[in-house]
């Protein structure tokens, strides 16, 4: 098996101004580059896991950076299309302070990858994994890529091929009707269901406390494993028989943006060593980690993520 986790979606160009500016007027971005999949992807390579992203891009400069930027992670590229012509989806942060809170907006229409169709898709390279990871934040982008998550999903389980699936909803892209329509069926039996509270009560109306939400939310998907994001309160997770729930790390926050991608992939990174509940604690301090950088993909390994792990509190380590 070439790899421990596939996963297809988009690369984004993440353009940003600072708190105390405004788009509007701004005379200078900066540029980062995004992905849910591929942030999640970049964690786990550099925690040691062999990582493989499927996506398209344009063969342009905007191209080739978000490129540079998951191949510096140590995520192979090898499946990744690329187009003559087309462009790379872009979005834009405007960071604030209260009383103004963080705005995103997005510029994603007809991007490249929204112009895929299944039979684009490498899935002898997709399928030729241990784990395959999606996310419902690629799905309303383009009928196609709901379709080639539908058939991923579909092929993996044939192949034996654990699967999980974040719920991911962005309120800017789709209405909480449409998500509900459209997610549900691709929640189907997957190994481990990612999703946020906040998520459960918009969606699908789950609104209660954490054990009875995860109870209805496996009587409807019938995952085998469930974990949600409780926000500033730390994360929840359900092994098929009891919940566990870790509180959030203490962090002095610098960018919350790819908190969620950092907590999935330290839970993955636990999960993938025969433990959901430790993957709850490397979960909370990669989502820690993620929101004291100003970069999406976590820069962390293994060794340091132990470290920290074990550590009640580190001011300098010499």
């Given at each position: 098996m070439r790899f421990?986790?596939?996963?297809?979606?988009?690369?984004?160009l993440r353009l940003s101004v600072?708190?105390?500016?405004?788009?509007?007027?701004a005379k200078s971005f900066d540029v980062d580059v995004s992905g849910t999949e591929a942030n999640v992807a970049s964690a786990l390579a550099r925690l040691g896991w062999r990582s493989g992203w499927v996506s398209a891009l344009p063969d342009t400069p905007p191209g080739q950076r978000v490129k540079n930027n998951f191949h510096a992670h140590g995520v192979d590229l090898s499946a990744v299309i690329w187009r003559e012509e087309g462009r790379v989806s872009?979005?834009?942060?405007?960071?604030?302070k209260p009383p103004r809170p963080i705005m995103i907006y997005y510029d994603r229409k007809d991007s490249c990858l929204t112009q895929l169709?299944?039979?684009?898709?490498?899935?002898?390279?997709?399928?030729?994994?241990?784990?395959?990871?999606?996310?419902?934040?690629?799905?309303?982008?383009?009928?196609?890529?709901?379709?080639?998550?539908?058939?991923?999903?579909a092929k993996a389980r044939e192949k034996g091929i654990t699967t999980s699936f974040d719920v991911n909803y962005r309120h800017l892209l789709w209405s909480a009707d449409e998500a509900r329509e459209r997610l549900t069926p691709l929640m189907q039996d997957v190994d481990v269901l990612f999703l946020a509270k906040r998520d459960a009560a918009h969606i699908f109306g789950f609104d209660s406390d954490?054990?009875?939400v995860i109870d209805r939310l496996s009587q409807m998907t019938g995952a085998r494993n469930i974990v949600m994001s409780l926000s500033s309160d730390g994360v929840a997770g359900w092994d098929g028989s009891s919940i566990q729930q870790v509180k959030a790390r203490d962090v002095d926050i610098i960018d919350r943006i790819g908190a969620g991608d950092?907590?999935?992939s330290g839970v993955l990174h636990g999960w993938f060593g025969g433990s959901l509940v430790k993957?709850?604690?490397y979960g909370a301090m990669m989502a820690a980690l993620a929101m004291s950088q100003n970069s999406e993909a976590v820069i962390t390994n293994k060794a340091e993520l132990e470290r920290l792990l074990a550590a009640d509190s580190i001011d300098i380590f010499r």
């Open positions: 421990d986790f596939t996963t297809f979606g988009e690369g984004v600072p708190a105390g500016q405004r788009i509007e007027t872009t979005y834009y942060v405007e960071y604030a169709t299944p039979d684009d898709i490498d899935w002898n390279y997709l399928l030729d994994t241990r784990h395959l990871h999606l996310s419902g934040l690629t799905v309303p982008l383009s009928d196609g890529t709901q379709e080639i998550i539908s058939l991923a999903l954490v054990s009875d950092a907590m999935i993957g709850l604690h």
